[in-house]
Structures are given as structure tokens and as C-alpha cells.
């Protein structure tokens, strides 16, 4: 239990017998709130009940001999196992029984036919959104379910709100508010706030970068702390805030805080501000006096003076 003996728990997984089967780093994931469940991915998909000790294959009907390289859980009443491949097939199977894979990638607006880095589920109790992302310099690489998978949209962003065309590597929700996301890519660190609709690559919002210009391979949380490792610049943490978005001249009919759709005045920010939300507020004169702040946070001021009487 001290990191210093390890036992091989391969009992029954064919797929670990030869190289040919599973890729040289295979997906292995362990349920979060079942910590005797486990399962790890090669061209099949195989489960364990008792914490490696026995392995069981779940049927998958991959069209072709392709491994798995993505694994993610969502752990609800009905939980979920969602899972991708090298040739770019997404599916969603139960953790009970053979699993009852259902093929998702090829639902409304189909998913590229390429590598599946990783995948991201919501919270539990949340809306079932999922996030795929895709490998290569093609583009989008990043795409966006809000109902489990049943329909895709694009989450790159537009404009100068869009990701740079760099393969992404990894993929990780914001545990108390599933529309922000946070994707590795070969470039560093970028978020979104508003599920996918903006990146932070816009020099207004600075403290929104990566920790270096640098591929980043694996996203994770350790407790509130988000942990970024690298391929060969170490490991980094930060503590993200919520950020939200505050413009005199937005359309208030669609505002929702985010980047693309700020609050109209700055009560509302904060209105619907937590303890540690960063507020960015656009240069103007705001005639709301007085505007009362009774929590925890930052107010910056962004392209000019903030004047509030």
C-alpha cells in the first residue's frame, strides 16, 4: 500500500497478453464512487468487480480491429461508460451486464474518423454532457454533447474566440459547473465558460493562459486543485476560478456571464458570483449605484476605466 510492491492483475484480460491488442499506454479507469470497479480498454473493453483481481470482457462491435484509447464514467443512477478509439469510434455502453454498447459517434452530426484522445462526462446529477476530443492538425478537434451523446455540435469557438489547430490531449469539466471545460492541447492549457462557444486566447483576459507553451498530455483534479502534467516541462496546479463577464452595451435577452454573452450590469455578476469568482467588467461608466458585494472574489477592470455611479 506504500508504492513499493506491485502485483500484476491481469487475470483474464486476453487483451494484456500481446502487444497487438491494446495500445503501449492503455485506458484504465476506476469508478469513482465504486472503487473495486475498474475498467481498462484494448480492442475489447473488460471490467473488473474486485479491484483487478478477475477480468471480464464487455462485448463492443468495433468495426475493425481497432484499440481503445479513451475511457470516462459517468456515475449517476444510471451510470455510464463511455468510450473512444484510435479510428475515431465513440461509443456509450451500462456498467451492468454485457454492456449494451450503443454507437454514438455517428449520431446527427457525425465525429471525425481519427484518434480519440480523451473524453469528459459532467458531474453526476448534471445534464449528461460529454466532451470528445480528437488528436491530429485537422480541424474541430473538440466536440460537444449535451444529451449523452444523442447529438454533436462543434466546441472550438469562432472568431478570435477559437482554439488554435493543434491536436488535443486531453480533456477535464470544471467539477462545480459543467460548462466550463479545460482542454490540454499542444500549446498548453485553454478554457472555456461557456461550453465550447469561446476559448480564452483573447489578451484581454490573461490570467485564463496555460502554464507554458507546451504539450500538455494529461488533465486531472486533485481535490479543487486542477493538475496539468507535461511532456517534459513537469507538472503544474492551479486553483480555477469561475470567471464571469460584465459589457454596458451586451444584449441582456441572452446574457448568461460568459465571454461571448456578458451580464449587462455588474450587480447581476454578481448576483450570480460564488466565493473565488473572478468578474471581468468592460471600461465604461455604469449607472447602477450603490452595487453591493458581499462575498469573496476579484473585480477587474478590462479595456478602460470601470466607473459605476
Not at 88 to 98: H, I, N, P, S, T
Not at 99 to 123: K, Q
Not at 158 to 182: A, R
Not at 249 to 275: C, E, L, M, R
Request: net charge negative; charged share 20%.
Amino acid at each position: 500500500f506504500n508504492g513499493q510492491y506491485y502485483d500484476e492483475s491481469t487475470n483474464g484480460l486476453k487483451d494484456a497478453e500481446t502487444d497487438t491488442n491494446s495500445l503501449f499506454i492503455a485506458p484504465l479507469i476506476n469508478a469513482p464512487n465504486e472503487k473495486s470497479l475498474i475498467f481498462a480498454g484494448g480492442t475489447s473493453i473488460w471490467r473488473s468487480t474486485n479491484h483487478g483481481d478477475k477480468w471480464e470482457m464487455i462485448l463492443w462491435l468495433n468495426r475493425d480491429t481497432s484499440k481503445c484509447s479513451a475511457l470516462e464514467i459517468y456515475s449517476d443512477k444510471n451510470s455510464s461508460l463511455y468510450v473512444g478509439y484510435e479510428n475515431g469510434d465513440v461509443g456509450r455502453g451500462a456498467f451492468a451486464g454485457d454492456g449494451g454498447w450503443t454507437r454514438i459517434d455517428e449520431n446527427s452530426t457525425a465525429l471525425p474518423d481519427r484518434y480519440v484522445t480523451d473524453i469528459a462526462a459532467s458531474a453526476p446529477r448534471r445534464t449528461e454532457i460529454v466532451v470528445v476530443t480528437f488528436g491530429t492538425f485537422n480541424k474541430p478537434n473538440v466536440w460537444i454533447s449535451q444529451d449523452g451523446g444523442d447529438s454533436w455540435k462543434d466546441g472550438t469557438g469562432t472568431g478570435e474566440f477559437k482554439l488554435p489547430q493543434v491536436p488535443v490531449n486531453t480533456v477535464t469539466l470544471h467539477p462545480d459547473n459543467s460548462n466550463t471545460i479545460y482542454v490540454g492541447t499542444d500549446l498548453g492549457v485553454f478554457a472555456s465558460d461557456d461550453l465550447g462557444e469561446s476559448w480564452s486566447v483573447v489578451k484581454a483576459y490573461p490570467d485564463n493562459e496555460g502554464p507554458a507553451n507546451v504539450e500538455v498530455s494529461e488533465l486531472f483534479w486533485q481535490d479543487d486543485y486542477l493538475i496539468a502534467a507535461t511532456y517534459g516541462r513537469g507538472m503544474f496546479r492551479c486553483r480555477p476560478k469561475i470567471s464571469l463577464y460584465v459589457d454596458k452595451n451586451a444584449d441582456a435577452t441572452t446574457a448568461d456571464g460568459s465571454v461571448t454573452h456578458p451580464y449587462k450590469t455588474v450587480q447581476d455578476a454578481i448576483n450570480a458570483s460564488g466565493n473565488g469568482t473572478n468578474i471581468y467588467i468592460i471600461g465604461n461608466t455604469y449607472s447602477e449605484a450603490p452595487v453591493v458585494f458581499d462575498r469573496a472574489g476579484t473585480i477587474n477592470a478590462v479595456n478602460g476605466k470601470v466607473i459605476i455611479e
